[in-house]
């Protein structure tokens, strides 16, 4: 059964503030990862994106810990985005395929940013800091998503399956991702999602 979904965009309009600093974040960003393709990640100095993004060194840290975090600095867009996907879904849902529509509706995500999402991956393979930082965050995803699974199932604290269905759905979307990469992105992403949750939930000891 593939996810069909449907996204609903939501128009905001934050304040000038906010706009501002949304605006000087994406400079940072972008500052960051021309001087990582250019120059190497490991060779880039704090100094120079912050040069290049016309703001004080210490500046950089009011918006990001590390040089890797402005690598995966859609994380946390993507994290909230899940959540929020996933907290509306019916009540009534079951809590996989419930995963499987939250984690389709961010891999629509995924694929609408496409030219970003490869320059990210690009300097993430060829930088082994930046890939122990992706297992961080996407630890962090995991605990986040099981605690939102928990209260979804009215499962005990101890209850391991809301962390096993969590760690699973984002095997989903890791495998998904790079076969879409690996493969040209010849097909949706959205779909290759929703397949990784069907096999699983249908069970994979009679593949092959």
């Known amino acids: 059964m593939l996810v069909s979904v449907k ?31 250019s120059d190497g990640f490991d060779a880039t100095t704090i100094d120079e994106i912050a040069a290049d993004a016309d703001i004080a060194p210490r500046t950089f840290f009011s918006y990001f810990p590390t040089k890797e975090d402005v690598v995966l600095a859609d994380y946390a867009d993507r994290l909230e985005r899940t959540t929020k996907e996933l907290a509306r879904r019916p009540a009534t849902e079951p809590p996989w395929p419930a995963l499987s529509a939250s984690f389709a509706a961010v891999a629509a995500d995924y694929e609408a940013e496409r030219h970003q999402l490869i320059r990210r991956f690009a300097i993430m393979a060829a930088t082994p800091s930046v890939q122990a930082r992706n297992l961080q ?34 095997a989903c979307m890791r495998s998904s991702l790079a076969h879409w990469i690996m493969s040209g ?3 949706p992403l959205p779909e290759l999602v929703g397949e990784s949750f069907d096999a699983l939930a249908t069970g994979l000891a009679g593949a092959g």
């Not at 965009?9 to 974040?25: A, F, I, N, Q």
């Not at 965050?137 to 809301?162: K, Y």
């Open 185 to 187: 992105y010849r097909r």
């Open 137 to 170: 965050l996407q630890a962090g995803w995991e605990t986040s998503v099981a605690e939102i699974l928990t209260q979804r199932m009215g499962a005990e604290a101890n209850d391991f399956m809301p962390r096993l269905m969590s760690a699973a759905a984002l």
């Open 7 to 37: 996204i609903d965009r939501v128009t905001e309009h934050p304040g000038l503030r906010e706009r501002k600093k949304l605006d000087r974040r994406r400079s940072i960003e972008a500052a960051a990862l021309s001087r990582f393709e």
